[in-house]
């Protein structure tokens, strides 16, 4: 399905998720949210939203002074990767592990090491990343000339 003869690292696409039409003052939104907006095909305002009250309650669950200790829950600041885990649990996406605890880097952002599936999302260092029919729909490209390391991935439930 890719065309790897030409090029090694992913080409991508600008795509907010709908962050410039959610009426947010910041210059740019949350690559989580923004990520989870693409790959659900929800807008921006709406992922903010669900991720935001997610955040509240885990917050409010956690018996961890680490997590009582970060500061606010708002999305823009940060998601809880706990939390847009369970979010993906919950509509039914399914996890596949790459990396483990001392096993380095095997899977890059790449043609050739990407899931061949029309719709993915990465999970990269501190973000996530939604790749559809091979193409990184981001703000910026997050793909390092290739060296992007993938520590797994989400793809949708039948």
């Known amino acids: 399905m890719y065309d790897t003869e030409t090029e090694v690292a992913m080409p991508w696409k600008y795509n ?32 903010y939203n669900q991720i935001y ?8 669950k956690s018996r961890s002074s680490r997590v009582k200790d970060k500061g606010p829950y708002i999305p823009e600041v940060g998601v809880w990767p706990q939390v847009s885990k369970k979010y993906l649990l919950d509509l039914g996406w399914t996890w596949t592990p790459i990396m483990g605890i001392g096993t380095g880097t095997t899977v890059h952002l790449t043609y050739e090491e990407v899931p061949d599936e029309p719709l993915v999302v990465c999970s990269i260092s501190r973000s996530l990343v939604t790749v559809v029919h091979g193409v990184v729909q981001a703000t910026s490209d997050p793909s390092r000339d290739g060296s992007r390391a993938i520590y797994g991935y989400w793809v949708p439930g039948s």
Request: aromatic residues 10%.
């Open 16 to 47: 907010d998720g709908g962050y410039a039409k959610s009426g947010f003052r910041a210059k740019r939104g949350n690559n989580v949210v923004i990520a989870l907006a693409i790959a659900t095909d929800q807008i921006y305002r709406e992922v």
């Open 53 to 60: 009250d997610r955040q509240v309650d885990f917050v409010a």
